[in-house]
C-alpha cells in the first residue's frame, strides 16, 4: 500500500458541538487490524485538500509536499472493526483538523495500517476498580474501554469523571448517561468550568475535573473509598489537569505507572 494513498473512505461525520466532531472512516479495499482500546490511528490528508469555513488561513501550497498526519485516540469497540470512530476537537490554526472538519461522507482520507499506543488495560491488575478521568476528547479512548469490557466486566467498578468548558461539549452524554442507568457498576460524572454561559441554568458540578476526586464523588458512588491496592486510575486530556491530579493521588499513595516501577497511575497526554 503506498503511503500516500488515500485508502480510506468517510462512512459518517456528526459535527455534535461546535468545532467537535465524531468521524467514522472505513478502509477501502483492506481489512482494519486488531487494535485493543485505548489505542490511536493515524489520519492524513495532502496540503491541498480544503479547509473548512472558520478556520486560520495558510499560504497557499506551491508543490506537493508529503500528507499532512496526526494521530487520534479511537472512540469505536475494538471488536467490531468495519470502521474507526473518533472524536476531534477542531484547531483552526492547525493543518489537519481543519482539513478533516471539510470532509463529508464519500470523501477519501489517508489511515494509517498500524494501530498503536500503550494507553491500555493491559498493564492494570484485571480485578482493580477503574476510573476514567478525562477532559474534552480526551475521552474518545475511554470510549473504546467501555463499549468493548463494559459488558463483560460485571465484577469491577468503572468510573468516568469528564471535564469540560460547557454543557454542549460533554461528548457522548446520552451514550454515558445511559449506561449508567443501565449497568450497577458504571458511574458517570460530568463537571463544566464556565456554567455562567450556560443558555439554560447548569444544575450539575461546576469547576475542574480534578474538583470531583477531591470532593470524593466516587465515595458516594461506590460506597467505598478508592484505593491503591483496589483501584486503577487512568488520565487522559490536558496536561495540566494530568499534573494536577498525579500530585493529588500521590498524596494519597497513588503512583504513575512506568516500565521500571509499576503504579496505579497511567497518562496519555494530548498536547
Given at each position: 500500500m503506498a503511503k500516500q494513498e488515500l485508502n480510506a473512505v468517510v462512512r459518517q461525520r456528526d459535527e455534535v458541538a461546535p468545532g467537535?466532531?465524531?468521524?467514522?472512516?472505513?478502509?477501502?479495499?483492506?481489512?482494519?487490524?486488531?487494535?485493543?482500546?485505548?489505542?490511536?490511528?493515524?489520519?492524513?490528508?495532502?496540503?491541498?485538500?480544503?479547509r473548512c469555513e472558520g478556520s486560520d488561513g495558510e499560504e497557499e501550497v506551491q508543490k506537493p509536499v508529503r500528507l499532512i498526519r496526526r494521530?487520534?485516540?479511537?472512540?469505536?469497540?475494538?471488536?467490531?472493526r468495519e470502521y474507526l470512530e473518533l472524536y476531534i476537537t477542531l484547531v483552526r490554526s492547525g493543518g489537519l483538523t481543519p482539513r478533516l472538519f471539510a470532509l463529508r461522507p464519500g470523501d477519501r482520507l489517508w489511515l494509517g495500517p498500524k494501530i498503536t499506543g500503550h494507553f491500555t488495560l493491559d498493564q492494570a491488575p484485571k480485578d482493580s476498580h477503574l476510573v476514567l478521568v478525562a477532559t474534552g476528547t480526551g475521552l474518545a479512548p475511554y470510549m473504546s474501554m467501555l463499549r468493548t469490557m463494559l459488558p463483560a466486566a460485571a465484577d469491577r467498578k468503572m468510573a468516568v469523571l469528564l471535564g469540560a468548558r460547557h454543557s454542549w461539549d460533554l461528548g457522548y452524554q446520552t451514550e454515558l448517561l445511559t449506561l449508567a442507568r443501565s449497568t450497577p457498576a458504571f458511574s458517570y460524572h460530568p463537571i463544566i468550568s464556565r456554567p455562567a454561559e450556560e443558555p439554560v441554568p447548569w444544575n450539575g458540578p461546576a469547576g475542574y475535573v480534578q474538583n470531583l476526586w477531591r470532593e470524593r464523588v466516587l465515595d458516594a458512588a461506590w460506597g467505598v473509598r478508592p484505593a491503591p491496592d483496589n483501584?486503577?486510575?487512568?488520565?487522559?486530556?490536558?496536561?495540566?489537569?494530568?499534573?494536577?491530579?498525579?500530585?493529588?493521588?500521590?498524596?494519597?499513595?497513588?503512583r504513575e505507572h512506568s516500565r521500571k516501577q509499576p503504579g496505579e497511575i497511567f497518562v496519555e497526554r494530548y498536547w
Open positions: 467537535l466532531m465524531v468521524l467514522r472512516v472505513a478502509p477501502d479495499g483492506w481489512e482494519l487490524p486488531e487494535f485493543k482500546p485505548g489505542q490511536f490511528a493515524v489520519l492524513g490528508l495532502p496540503p491541498q485538500a480544503p494521530s487520534y485516540s479511537i472512540a469505536s469497540s475494538s471488536v467490531a483501584t486503577s486510575i487512568f488520565l487522559c486530556g490536558n496536561p495540566a489537569m494530568i499534573d494536577d491530579m498525579v500530585a493529588i493521588l500521590a498524596e494519597e499513595d497513588f
